[in-house]
């Protein structure tokens, strides 16, 4: 049986986002990797989607395109 998991708090996911802008920014692909992993991991997935929805709106063009090509 698959637990819940519990929303994370707003601190965490301000973490994390910045953390990922950053490592965005960077073009740090293992930090990404590792980011985008710990908040699969950490949040429920609305709370995972919602966030990365509003993070995609604050990149660059030229970010967006860097982090589609990780896929």
């Known amino acids: 049986m698959k637990h819940p998991k519990s929303p994370c708090s707003p601190k965490v996911v301000l ?12 073009q740090q692909k ?8 710990q908040i699969y991991h950490s949040m429920e997935e609305d709370q995972a989607k919602s966030t ?13 395109d860097w982090l ?3 896929a």
């Open 68 to 70: 589609k090509s990780l």
């Open 30 to 37: 293992d930090a990404v990797l590792q980011l985008l992993g």
């Open 52 to 64: 990365m929805n509003r993070l995609i709106y604050l990149m660059e063009p030229a970010e967006r």
């Open 15 to 26: 973490k994390y986002s910045l953390a990922l802008l950053l490592a965005v920014r960077c």
